[in-house]
């Protein structure tokens, strides 16, 4: 038998080997993603409010809300987080003006309504400099609605 064929079962071997490699290497990713949540939250919640901060805003994120929240139901990110001293909550979402990605947070008050809408970077803010005042009145109902849905429970 020749050098240059393989036996079918080391043929077998090789592709398990190799499926094994590339599901370790997914699972010890998870594992990453999983185990350091907090340690994200921590970041971006730091991060949030240095932005607040530079934007002479006096609200600041206490922690992140995980409950109720259906990602992806009216915004691509959609990310919920205690207002410390208050009973509103920040959402950081995902804004397309013109088709653009703008990061911003929106700080909600305890009733459900929409106090301000805030870029959270240079990019962001020259993004929402150009977007419609019709395009951010939907963008304020379609949180006030999903905030409504949320605390409501639908």
């Known amino acids: 038998m020749p ?3 393989k036996d079918p079962s080391q043929r077998f071997k090789d592709v398990f080997i190799l499926a094994g490699w590339i599901l370790g290497i997914l ?6 993603w999983f185990f350091t949540q ?61 088709s653009i990605p703008a990061s911003c947070v929106a700080l909600v008050n ?11 970077d240079d990019h962001s803010v020259q993004a929402m400099g150009r977007i419609e005042k019709k395009s951010l009145d939907v963008y304020k109902r379609y949180i006030e609605e999903n905030e409504k849905r949320i605390r409501g429970g639908e």
């Not at 699972?27 to 990453?32: M, P, R, S, V, Y």
């Not at 609200?59 to 207002?83: A, C, D, P, V």
């Open 27 to 32: 699972l010890i990713g998870g594992l990453l």
């Open 3 to 5: 050098d240059d064929v």
């Open 38 to 98: 907090n340690f994200r939250d921590t970041r971006m919640i730091r991060t949030i409010n240095r932005v607040l901060i530079n934007n002479q805003e006096s609200r600041r994120l206490e922690s992140r809300l995980s409950g109720g929240t259906r990602s992806g139901k009216n915004f691509q990110n959609y990310q919920r987080f205690s207002l410390a001293g208050s009973r509103g909550v920040a959402v950081v979402i995902t804004v397309y003006p013109n």
């Open 110 to 120: 305890s009733s459900g309504v929409m106090d301000s809408l805030i870029p959270l």
